[in-house]
């Protein structure tokens, strides 16, 4: 039931995190994938985890490597110590068979999108209470 799955090790993480969601901070951890088994996964997979392990963090070592089960919010992969996460020695195949992961492919931006409408309705706005502003300071000179 993941959104992804593939074999990796992880090259970095960056602690403290807030997930996009707000909840408590976690970490986010860099893999470099050798293998996907299923879902779109490139080159390189962000992956946020950590956190308390009683709410099911999971922490990953750098160096490590490993084979992750991943699920997508749409903007982040996630996954924690009750995704069914296997560690996998340098040498050891994927429990799954793998591809290479898609040099093409090109992660959701994370970043906040506004509306195209919301953003016209608000340069109309200004620009109405711009003209209505020079409009009422002509007539008072």
Do not use: H
């Not at 990796?8 to 707000?22: C, I, Y």
């Not at 996998?88 to 999108?113: I, T």
């Amino acid at each position: 039931m993941s959104d992804a799955a593939f074999a990796g090790t992880v090259v970095a993480m960056q602690e403290g995190a807030v997930p996009p969601k707000g909840a408590i901070p976690q970490t986010i951890y860099t893999f470099d994938v050798d293998g996907v088994a299923a879902g779109a996964v490139g080159p390189e997979a962000t992956i946020l985890a950590g956190g308390d392990s009683a709410g099911c963090g999971m922490s990953f070592g750098v160096g490590e490597r490993w084979f992750v089960f991943a699920t997508s919010d749409g903007s982040m992969l996630t996954t924690g110590l009750c995704s069914g996460n296997i560690p996998l020695a340098a040498d050891d195949a994927p429990p799954l068979p793998v591809q290479p992961p898609d040099p093409d492919y090109q992660p959701p931006d994370a970043g906040v999108s506004v509306p195209v409408p919301l953003l016209v309705g608000l340069g109309g706005l200004l620009l109405v209470g711009g003209v209505s502003f020079l409009a009422f300071r002509r007539a008072d000179a």
